[in-house]
């Protein structure tokens, strides 16, 4: 029976190999026939070529090691030397030395702020500076350090420095309690006592912050392929720096510390956890702090893959040729049907520009042409429909363009009857004025484009005539002189005002005031036209403002026409989605609408008009 079960299953995985297609099968058998001959290979040329590889990194990780601490060193001095020249500074003198003039100090500690940033510019390895008076009451730093207090410096060994009489005193990696360009990091500080240059008399401290990260990326690079820990350590053995963050203020094993001691920091070898592992180290100048530099033996071994591999070339370049050709020829094979596959799931993710690239006339290029015969028809059709919509959108926002609201009309008809009876002629005159310059601009003899000083003209009069009609609104417009040529939509704007009276300032009493404002809105991207209608009405809560855009015209009559949803659907049609109409509101403070569209000048608007013409529109 155990034999029987063995033998089905055998059969089951035969009839899953048998399965397989035809180009996964040649590519399964030339593999079983190469892959021992490579592996033969290659083990034979590794034994033979592992010690030359062995000796020559043993002399490059010497090398490596050495310029690593070279580099360390040379950055650690400079560093030095900046504390040096900060603790001769006069205006630093002047500002922790309490019994200079006040109006000097003030001079002086802009000088110091000034020097700061210098400093911090010096280098980019430079993380932050502080400066700190001796009594501990004056505390200056560079401008990205936040959240610094006098209980924050304690990290910083005073006692050390006081001791060190003015000497460097290098601080090990601890993580900065305060925010450094807005956040915690990981610091190694070199510290001075600053004394009176007049009297020796200790006037202060300069802590200067190196980014651990910034430093560890100075020497922390691995070669090519290989994986490797770069390490700073102290006497001790702790770890101040390290490629590997996780390593920080860890300890080095005492058999690798051992090692680095016993042999002065010569490379050695070392068995770690039965893994035989390369590590060097370099003293450098200061508190006996060290450079190590550690990496795995098998890393090593990938460059010696790459060697071997060069070698056998030409020995493998026929078993290599024959399965390059048997993938060549299953490619050949499935690359036409692949191709036909994917363009079909592209077609089917709504991309119907994809085509499938026709390459012979078998089966297979048949098939491929009659799809994307297929697809051009689908998409003229597509084209079509949208087309016909797209105009069919056009004619109804044209036939909303022509209507005007018969309600305004009557009303400014039984406002002139009413002065008539209150008031003397001249008022009215300016009423049927404003009137008739309102109406003159919104018909403007059929034209859809009109120049912003046209526009700013056509609000004049309407809120003139509804400052008339409700005395207690009042109104601004401001625009700039440079945007009074470009060339905007016919009744933009008059409805968003319409809608800030009927619907923010109407019910309002006193002080309800509607501005209107136009300008370039400048960018790196592009500039364009911007105009703001704001009034300090009754506002809306985020679900009204929702509403706008969700609610049907017959649910909301005060809103169609030539409402908020007709002005995005108009922009949105000349122009494409990204202009438009952004509302922001606070309850009881008011509306504000924000409409951005395209720069368009004279010459522009020729265009657009030429275009309206033949019955499209483009994008300007």
């Known amino acids: ?82 504390s040096k020249l900060a603790m001769i500074n006069k205006s630093y003198q002047s500002v ?197 530099y550690e990496v795995p033996s098998k890393e090593l071994m990938k460059d010696q893959w790459q060697i071997n591999l060069f070698i056998i070339g030409y020995g493998i370049l026929g078993l290599l040729l024959a399965l390059v050709l048997s993938i060549v020829f299953s490619n050949w094979i499935t690359r036409p049907i692949i191709r036909l596959s994917r363009a079909m799931m592209a077609v089917g993710d709504g991309k119907l520009d994809t085509r499938s690239p026709i390459s012979s006339q078998d ?7 009659k799809f994307n015969d297929m697809v051009s028809e689908i998409q003229r059709l597509v084209d079509t429909v949208n087309l016909e919509e797209k105009q069919k959108r056009i004619l109804e926002l044209r036939l909303m363009y022509s209507q005007i609201k018969p309600h305004f009309l009557y009303n400014t008809l039984e406002t002139i009857r009413s002065m008539a009876l209150m008031s003397k002629a001249h008022d009215i005159s300016k009423v049927v004025k404003s009137l008739g310059d309102f109406y003159r601009t919104s018909l403007n003899r059929g034209q859809e484009l009109i120049p912003a000083g046209q526009e700013k003209k056509h609000l004049e009069s309407y809120l003139y005539i509804q400052k008339i009609r409700y005395g207690h609104i009042d109104y601004r417009i401001k625009f700039d002189e440079e945007i009074g040529d470009c060339r905007i939509p016919n009744m933009l704007l008059q409805p968003l005002v319409e809608n800030s009276i009927n619907h923010g300032l109407r019910e309002k009493r006193e002080d309800a005031l509607c501005e209107i404002s136009g300008f370039i809105e400048r960018s790196p991207d592009r500039d364009v036209l911007c105009f703001i209608v704001k009034d300090n009405g009754k506002g809306m809560n985020e679900e009204q403002l929702q509403g706008i855009w969700q609610r049907e015209e017959s649910h909301h009559p005060d809103l169609s026409s030539f409402g908020i949803r007709n002005i995005q659907e108009r922009i949105q049609l000349r122009y494409g989605p990204d202009y438009g109409l952004t509302l922001t509101s606070v309850v009881n403070q008011g509306v504000e609408v924000r409409l951005r569209i395209p720069l368009v000048y004279d010459r522009q608007a020729t265009a657009v008009a030429a275009a309206e013409r033949k019955g499209k529109v483009h994008d300007l």
């Open 96 to 292: 922790l030395n309490e019994g200079e003039r006040e109006g000097q100090d003030l001079e002086d500690t802009q000088l110091m702020y000034v020097g700061l940033t210098s400093l911090l510019e010096s280098s980019p390895y430079i993380d932050s500076v502080v400066i700190q008076s001796v009594q501990g009451n004056k505390t200056y730093y560079t401008n990205n350090i936040t959240n610094l207090s006098e209980k924050n410096l304690s990290v910083y060994p005073k006692d050390q420095l006081t001791e060190a009489k003015g000497s460097a005193v290098w601080i090990e990696t601890f993580e900065s309690p305060f925010l450094v360009n807005g956040q915690h990091s990981s610091l190694l500080s070199v510290g001075r006592r600053i004394i009176n240059i007049s009297n020796g008399m200790p006037l202060g401290y300069i802590y200067i912050n190196i980014n651990e990260n910034r430093l560890a990326k100075l020497y922390g690079h691995d070669e090519e392929g290989i994986h490797s820990k770069l390490m700073i350590t102290n006497a001790s053995g702790k770890i101040l720096s390290s490629n590997e963050p996780h390593l920080l203020k860890s300890s080095l094993e005492q058999q690798k510390l051992n090692a680095i001691l016993a042999d002065d920091g010569l490379t050695s070898h070392l068995l770690n956890d039965g893994k035989e592992t390369i590590i060097s180290s370099k003293a450098l100048d200061r508190n006996g702090w060290r450079v190590v």
């Open 363 to 369: 089966e297979v290029g048949q098939l491929a042409y």
């Open 1 to 82: 029976m155990h034999t029987s079960a063995e033998g089905g299953e055998l059969i089951n995985k035969l009839r899953s190999v048998h399965n397989l297609t035809i180009r996964k099968k040649l590519q399964i058998i030339n593999l079983l026939i190469i892959l021992p001959s490579i592996l033969l290979l290659t083990i034979t040329l590794y034994n033979m070529t592992y010690k030359q590889v062995m000796e020559r990194t043993l002399r490059s990780s010497d090398h490596k090691i050495e310029l690593i601490a070279n580099s360390i060193n040379t950055l650690f001095n400079n560093i030095e030397n900046f």
